[in-house]
């Protein structure tokens, strides 16, 4: 049975996009591939609002996480985490041997700029990692507040997490002084999970030269390295369904929908969800840090999140439990992509009728 999804992912895909994703096949070094991603690779620079780079990898985001703290990390990382993916960063890079200290802040609450600032002003770092905005957790980090830290160790590369907030939320790469930003197509860019996307900046290119054994599929120097002698074609074979689906899309985030327009969308949505949380339950994240793609609302009623769901899914609708350990104790609902604030209302109205039968 065909589902609503208010999960932070995958989520729905609008027709048209899927249609696009069975355009017919073309060659993957022809003529009309660098066309179609040289078109993307435009695009995407007014969506993370930068005039640096971008790089596209057929994986998820966290392929990219990987290849960008090791491909740049030549001393150490320190990783800053506000939960369960900001964990992974620091997964990834140990599991690549490269030298990290994680910081991790208390569950529901922001990386704030002064621990930053505290850790940066060590010397010890060539690398940090945000997550922009936080899934397990609900958090959307201060990055306009970390920018103005960063800018006492311009020697420090920063790496951002922008996977569940980047088309849903404005996060202004070059004025921010973000070396990498990190998405991926299956959250609120609107798209199926298969593809992922970063803007790198050409200091990070050029620091990254110095580390040795930076790997090979994601590689980031080796992916601009081959872009640039090839223009817009891969070293490997891309997702060309994919791409012809994101160009499409596109297309639509920025001359149907509007940048801006879809922006506030998101945070006229994410307003009504925590309207509803805070009368009937209460918001997991610290006010003034909460996203604008979900909401994690703390499970204070003691319901059964996992028999909600089950009487959602016979209606046709499905949210999302707890992450990890604060599965049942928390939900999570999603406001994210193309979802519109008429399903949402619809969504919420229907948990009202449903938990009255608990």
């Known amino acids: ?20 994703m069975g355009t017919p096949m073309i060659g993957h070094r022809s003529k009309d591939a660098t066309i179609l991603q040289q078109s993307i690779s435009e695009k995407l620079q007014q969506v993370f609002f930068t005039k640096n780079p971008i790089l596209l990898s057929t994986s998820s985001g966290t392929g990219l996480m990987e290849g960008s703290i090791r491909s740049l990390t030549a001393k150490k990382a320190v990783v800053f985490s506000v939960g369960a993916f900001g964990n992974r960063w620091a997964t990834l890079a140990k599991s690549n041997g490269v030298p990290v200290d994680h910081v991790k802040a208390e569950w529901g609450q922001p990386t704030l700029p002064e621990i930053v600032d505290q850790y940066l002003a060590s010397g010890d770092y060539d690398v940090f990692t945000i997550t922009h905005n936080e899934t397990s957790t609900g958090i959307m980090n201060p ?7 960063r800018k006492k160790y311009p020697e420090v590369l920063w790496l951002v997490d922008a996977v569940s907030s980047m088309g849903g939320a404005k996060i202004e790469v070059d004025k921010l002084g973000i070396d990498v930003c990190i998405t991926s197509t299956q959250k609120a860019i609107g798209l199926p999970p298969g593809l ?9 290119l050029e620091y990254g ?8 599929y994601l590689d980031l120097l080796e992916l601009y390295k081959y ?3 090839k223009p817009f074609q891969y070293p490997s074979t891309p997702s060309l369904p994919h791409m012809n689906a994101l160009d499409l899309q596109l297309d639509y985030i920025l001359n149907e929908e509007g940048l801006e327009n879809r922006f506030l969308r998101h945070q006229k949505m994410a307003i009504v969800v925590r309207e509803w949380a805070s009368k009937n339950f209460e918001i997991f994240a610290a006010e003034g840090y909460r996203s604008n793609t979900l909401t994690t609302i703390k499970n204070t009623k003691g319901i059964s999140v996992a028999g909600l769901n089950k009487r959602l899914g016979e209606l046709g609708y499905m ?4 992450y990890g350990d604060l599965k049942e104790k928390t939900f999570r609902i999603a406001h994210m992509a193309d979802r519109t604030m008429e399903e949402l209302v619809e969504l919420l109205n ?3 009728r449903e938990m009255t039968k608990m």
């Open 1 to 20: 049975m065909y589902k609503k999804l208010f999960i932070p992912g995958p989520v729905d895909v609008r027709p048209e996009v899927l249609k696009a």
């Open 143 to 149: 990055t306009d507040q970390i920018a103005e830290v």
């Open 196 to 204: 992922s996307m970063c803007s790198v900046s050409e200091r990070a």
């Open 209 to 216: 030269k110095q580390v040795k054994n930076r790997g090979t």
């Open 227 to 229: 872009v640039q002698k």
């Open 319 to 322: 949210i999302s439990n707890g």
């Open 350 to 352: 229907i948990i009202d």
